[in-house]
């Protein structure tokens, strides 16, 4: 069943860093742009990368992975380079009183 759970507060994201947050087996990669913060699974779809410690790109609003370099859009997941094709899973996020939420299913 889904429900938003707190992943931290607002402050705490920038458009220049990736955010790793943990809640139960998921790991998630949260990145904010001005006021839309943007939530993914964070483990690379294509081997084993933790996306926190990638690239972003403002303009593209993208996250690179650091290990064979695909780019996830962040809005949907969707790989825009090869090795990786499978997309990373999204998550619906709320910033509610400069808290940021995330819906975990
Ligand atoms: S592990 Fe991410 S592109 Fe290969």
Redesign the pocket.
């Known amino acids: 069943m889904a429900e938003w759970v707190r992943a931290c507060d607002a402050d705490e994201l920038n458009s220049a860093d990736p955010f790793a947050f943990d809640y139960g087996e998921k790991r998630i990669l949260l990145a904010r742009f001005k006021n839309t913060v943007y939530a993914t699974d964070r483990i690379?779809t294509?081997?084993y990368?933790d996306l926190s410690t990638g690239f972003m790109n403002e303009d593209e609003r993208t996250i690179t992975?650091p290990?064979?370099?695909?780019s996830f859009k962040l809005e949907d997941g969707i790989p825009q380079n090869l090795?990786?094709e499978e997309p990373l899973k999204t998550y619906k996020t709320e910033i509610r009183e400069k808290t940021v939420y995330v819906l975990v299913d």
């Open positions: 690379c294509h081997a990368a992975c290990l064979h370099m695909s090795p990786a």
